[in-house]
């Protein structure tokens, strides 16, 4: 319960250095529950995290780590996670008192509870950006962890994986130090472990390590995990899932050399099932990978449509409620159909044309859900010379957009005569003598090349007005009697 002042009840009655002489009580288990409860305490909130600090107990508790009994050393590991854990600043204080050296030495303790306290601790101090994570890495912490992951106990295992991708997330140079201990052989054996929590840190760490190079990625993947990964995407675990196509979306990223290999392993079909059997944002680093995959290649973008990719972006599109991911699903999209007209007629054949218009003028469509629309439009549009899926966006689409479709039909039209006739009598030529363009603009040209096609009256026909200045002809006619 808040006070009325706006401080925790805690604060005010000095609860954190009423606990503070209770760490040297000369009873171990006073010692120990006082830890705990500044643990707790800490943990909790933000405001009673720098209260801790301000009561000087952390040098206490770091001095204390390489003297008590196991117990009070997994209390103070708590406390100091409980402390680094809300910002950067707090983080910094922990390592200021000298707990780095005190943690890693902890990592080399008989118990794995003090074990998984440290490394715990570690990585709630590496997490917060490259500087702690490289005063981490400077303690000798890496090669511990990594000794860590191959200890019996899952939980050690969990926590010390976590720790080492939390360490590989910031840079290539703090990736590269977690490759150098040998992490990624002794990751990529777990991978088809049991155990869902200690897969999801698994597979995070070895995301965090591919991301950063081609180098890294291709190191990554010459530790045989393809074709093993890919039965994470059937995981009955969703973050399994999740995490198991981050991977494969941050190798193929990379290179058209890294995707080939994934399409060859199978990686894009199972990819392309798992986004069909899941919902909400476990798809997202799936449909981000079919992306990478296409931009890459015509080829790379043909294996995405014949391992039928595009109907379940195109459900994305339509199912889910996040604009990020409608997002992601509309960029992956215009990633498939940029390359030639044949990718983009797999495209368009879909409807999905409409679609990406109305989210792209829909009000409601977040910033960036219109910005991708407008772009995966653009570059479909540009390629496309399926008719019958451009001519319904003529009556729709604002100019900006309408340029590209009526450019398509200017580049169609004059060499297809049954396209011609088609476009009078489904009214596309008479929709294009109502748009408004500007004289000299790249849209009049367009319409000039359109009408060029046709003969004049025909053109004049359909022209707006002409029915009018018929009538009025038909007034002023004078019979000859």
């Avoid at 965090?208 to 994470?232: G, M, N, R, Y």
């Avoid at 392993?265 to 995959?293: N, Q, T």
């Amino acid at each position: 319960m808040v006070s009325p002042r706006g401080s925790y009840p805690f604060q005010r009655t000095g609860v954190i250095s009423l606990l503070r002489p209770l760490l040297l009580d000369v009873v171990p288990t006073i010692q120990q529950t006082a830890a705990l409860a500044l643990g707790r305490l800490a943990y909790f909130n933000n405001d009673l995290a720098e209260a801790v600090v301000k009561e000087g107990i952390l040098p206490q508790l770091v001095c204390s780590l390489s003297e008590q009994n196991r117990f009070y050393k997994k209390a103070a590991a708590f406390v100091l996670r409980a402390v680094g854990k809300h910002s950067p600043q707090l983080a910094q204080a922990v390592v200021e008192c000298g707990a780095l050296e005190a943690l890693v030495i902890c990592l080399e303790d008989f118990d794995p509870g003090v074990k998984e306290g440290a490394a715990w601790a570690l990585g709630y101090i590496a997490q917060h950006n490259s500087e702690l994570s490289q005063a981490v890495v400077d303690a000798g912490a890496v090669p511990l962890l990594v000794l860590c992951i191959q200890e019996p106990e899952i939980a050690l295992k969990r926590i010390a994986a976590s720790t080492l991708s939390d360490i590989s997330k910031h840079s290539p140079e703090l990736a590269q130090t977690v490759v150098d201990a040998g992490a990624i052989a002794y990751l990529a054996q777990m991978i088809l472990n049991p155990d869902a929590k200690l897969k999801c840190q698994v597979l995070s760490a070895l995301s965090q390590i591919a991301k950063h190079s081609v180098d890294l990625a291709e190191l990554v993947v010459e530790a045989e995990i393809f074709p093993v990964v890919l039965t994470c995407l059937k995981d009955s675990d969703e973050y399994v899932k999740k995490n198991g196509a981050t991977l494969i979306r941050e190798i193929a990223k990379h290179s058209p050399e890294l995707s080939q290999f994934i399409v060859n392993a199978g990686g894009v079909a199972a990819v392309i099932d798992c986004i069909g059997s899941c919902k909400g944002s476990v798809r997202l680093p799936g449909i981000m990978m079919l992306g990478y995959v296409a931009a890459h290649s015509e080829n790379l973008s043909m294996a995405v449509i014949v391992s039928k990719g595009i109907p379940p972006l195109c459900a994305c599109l339509l199912e889910e409620h996040e604009d990020h991911i409608k997002a992601a699903a509309a960029w992956a999209l215009g990633q498939i159909g940029r390359h030639t007209p044949e990718h983009a007629h797999a495209v368009a054949i879909t409807n999905v044309l409409a679609t990406l218009l109305s989210m792209y003028m829909d009000i409601r469509s977040s910033e960036d859900l219109q910005l991708k629309t407008k772009r995966a439009l653009k570059n479909i549009l540009q390629k496309c010379t399926y008719l019958p899926a451009l001519e319904p966006l003529l009556h729709d689409a604002p100019p900006n957009i309408l340029k590209h479709i009526v450019g398509q039909f200017s580049k169609v039209l004059p060499h297809d005569s049954k396209a011609r006739r088609l476009f009078v009598t489904t009214g596309g030529l008479k929709k294009v003598q109502e748009i408004k363009a500007e004289p000299g603009s790249l849209l009049q040209e367009y319409i000039n090349t359109i009408n060029n096609c046709y003969p004049e009256e025909i053109v004049r026909y359909y022209s707006p007005g002409y029915s009018e200045m018929l009538l009025e002809r038909v007034e002023n006619y004078q019979p000859v009697l």
